[in-house]
């Protein structure tokens, strides 16, 4: 078995400011993935990495970016909050691409002010 | 294009009685089919997949068959539980690594 941690569980930041959110996953899982969670709008792919030296945009990547620092990690960056931008944010990772089922960490709970 | 539409929102059931969530989705490119499940104030895990056609999946009393005829993979339990109140979301896997995720369906069990 393995898990996955997100650092930190709740992040408060102010509108406008850049902000970090980390994931570690302890699995040796070659793929990684970011998500946003929004209430009614279910999970939306920010950002992918399919390999350590990899990475590739989602269908919400406009004001993120992302780094697959090593395997085992895998940061999202808000490039600049906004208020709509309350959610909360979940970190994914698989063993591959076809078929594989992601195991999700806590999640990282963003408010902004 | 690539979509997924869910049974919407809030579904309402009492204990014992039948459960079964909608998904179909539209795409020629499909290759697995996921429903995931996310009891409150924990992480989405992995209740059902499958990507083969017309055969039923089980796990945990739910079951789905994948049609792709009809492009469809409903989820369904025999006997909702107190314990299967939960966001459920069907997930299609296209080319390469991404899923693209439902809605989500907040089931509620009730007494």
């Known amino acids: 078995g393995g898990i996955i941690t997100q650092t930190p569980k709740f992040l408060i930041g102010q509108e406008g400011q850049k902000l970090t959110l980390k994931c570690q996953q302890n699995?040796?899982?070659?793929?990684m993935y970011w998500y946003r969670q929004d209430s009614g709008k279910g999970l939306r792919l920010i950002y992918y990495?399919?390999?350590?030296?990899?990475?590739q945009k989602g269908d919400l990547s406009e004001g993120y970016d992302a780094s697959r620092e090593k395997k085992s990690s895998f940061s999202l960056t808000v490039t600049s909050a906004q208020k709509n931008e309350m959610a909360v944010f979940l970190c994914?990772?698989?063993?591959?691409?076809?078929?594989?089922?992601?195991?999700f960490g806590p999640g990282t709970r963003l408010t902004v002010l | 294009g690539d979509s997924v539409t869910q049974t919407e929102g809030l579904v309402t059931l009492t204990e014992g009685l039948p459960v079964m969530l909608n998904c179909t989705y539209q795409?020629?490119?499909?290759?697995?089919l996921f429903w995931y499940v996310q009891h409150l104030n924990e992480a989405p895990k992995l209740l059902l997949k499958?990507?083969?056609?017309?055969k039923r999946t089980e796990h945990q009393g739910f079951h789905a068959t994948l049609h792709k005829s009809s492009s469809s993979f409903h989820l369904q339990k025999s006997s909702a539980q107190l314990s299967d109140s939960a966001l459920y979301y069907c997930?299609?896997?296209?080319?390469?690594?991404?899923?693209?995720f439902g809605g989500g369906t907040r089931l509620t069990v009730r007494p």
């Open positions: 699995f040796n899982h070659d793929t």
């Open positions: 795409t020629a490119y499909s290759t697995f």
């Open positions: 990495s399919i390999t350590e030296n990899d990475l």
């Open positions: 499958s990507s083969t056609d017309n």
């Open positions: 994914a990772s698989s063993a591959g691409t076809g078929g594989y089922e992601q195991y």
């Open positions: 997930a299609p896997q296209y080319a390469g690594a991404k899923l693209t």
